[in-house]
């Protein structure tokens, strides 16, 4: 029994339309799932007498799971639900990070139930000394502006005393 071969072809405008078609599709797709890949991996600092500055889990979670390119806004990263990381009391600690392209600050603000606002949130300096109110729990909160199509990389934050 011998198979007959069907071959369609389609004359070079169709193609050419076909082909507009799929990479439009293709463009849409990438554009509104930008994965937001930041996730901060922390060090505890060396604080003593209860003052430790303590990473409540290593990979934090995206308030958003995507972007749009070229985008802007703030993203908050929590251990799901609880805070990135726990101060034992008040004191000065001092954060180092650097961040990728599409990023444009770094803010922390205090972890509650139904906290997502954090445009008011204090900015952190990569170097300078932040005083940390505790006891408590904190989050981070990252701004970004227009977000490169490849998404947002990933960073750390490492705390010192």
């Keep these: 029994m011998t198979r007959k071969r069907v071959l369609v072809t389609l004359s070079v405008p169709e193609r050419r339309n076909k082909a507009a078609q799929a990479l439009i599709i293709a463009g849409l797709v990438f554009l509104i799932a930008i994965p937001v890949g930041a996730t901060a991996a922390l060090t505890t600092s060396r604080g003593q007498n209860g003052s430790k500055l303590v990473p409540n889990c290593l990979a934090l979670r995206p308030s958003q799971a ?5 985008g ?9 639900g ?4 726990t101060v034992g009391k008040s ?3 001092r954060p180092s990070f650097a961040l990728p392209t599409g990023y444009t600050d770094l803010r922390i603000v205090s ?3 139904g906290v997502t606002d954090c445009s008011n949130s204090p900015i952190l300096v990569s170097g300078q000394l932040f005083d940390l109110t505790g006891p408590g729990g904190f989050d981070y909160c990252a701004g970004y502006a227009n977000a490169p199509n490849t998404g947002l990389a990933s960073f750390k934050v ?4």
């Design 72 to 80: 802007s806004g703030l993203i908050l990263f929590s251990c799901g």
């Design 91 to 93: 004191d000065h600690f």
């Design 158 to 161: 490492v705390w010192s005393k």
């Design 66 to 70: 995507s972007v749009i390119a070229g």
């Design 111 to 113: 972890h509650g139930p």
């Design 82 to 85: 609880g805070p990135a990381l």
